[in-house]
DNA sequence: AGGTTAGATAACCAAGTGGTTAGGTACGAG
DNA sequence: CTCGTACCTAACCACTTGGTTATCTAACCT
């Protein structure tokens, strides 16, 4: 699997889009991470894999916890992809978009 | 399931986005869409529910054919909602999100 | 009417997903 | 050393997914 197709499986999950917001808040332990659902242990930690494989999270190693981190480099390649899709839904967007085409057919 | 996680769902697969990638082309039929891939009728079929599900794509009705369009509204959603992460992997947004939580504080 | 083309549906299959319980490892505290 | 805590792996389950082939409908063209 791309990193792409693997960044957009992982959001494609409410409890992992839970647990990325929770990380802007900074590091948090598989504990900590896990007390807002009403999941097992385990659950959390197969999204926190998912998550780990999708580059979104790091996980460090502290005595007998594994603090995560957001990671959200993988979600800059999310908005380069949309961004081209931008002028299909911004009317501002796509006027200019009609322009800078006009202008390349002149030259 | 909810709109945003139907769009991620919707966009982690590869056939789907090189898809919505000819669709900003023009519309296009089911035939026209399947020309480029090694798969069956049917998959295709598969995928297009999937990305109209999500609103990503409409389709009309002429004779024999079934034209898609492309509907790109709910990819604003998906740059919405990464657009709360941007600070941390945009360095200079970072500076100024730091900049405004501090004149904040000072309130 | 008969044949061809576009497309959908149905039934099936292998693989993946999101959850569970049970049991194991690693570390700190008493 | 033993106990509790944090976390993981393994095995299992129901459901979904991405694909297939076979079959159906609907429209066009002779």
Redesign the pocket.
């Known amino acids: 699997m791309d990193q792409l197709s693997a960044t957009f ?1 992982a959001l ?2 409410p ?1 992992r889009r839970a647990i990325l917001a929770r990380l802007t808040e900074g590091p948090a ?4 991470l ?1 007390e807002p659902f ?13 998550l780990e494989k999708a580059g979104l999270i790091t ?1 460090g190693r502290e ?5 995560c981190q957001l990671d959200a480099t993988p979600l800059r390649e999310v908005t380069v992809w949309a961004e081209n899709y931008r002028r299909f839904w911004d009317a501002s967007y796509a006027r200019l978009d009609a322009l800078l085409t006009e202008m390349k057919e002149k030259d």
């Open positions: 499986a494609a999950d409890t332990t598989v504990k900590e896990s009403d999941i097992s242990g385990p659950a959390i930690s197969k999204h926190l894999r998912v996980r005595a007998q916890w594994r603090p």
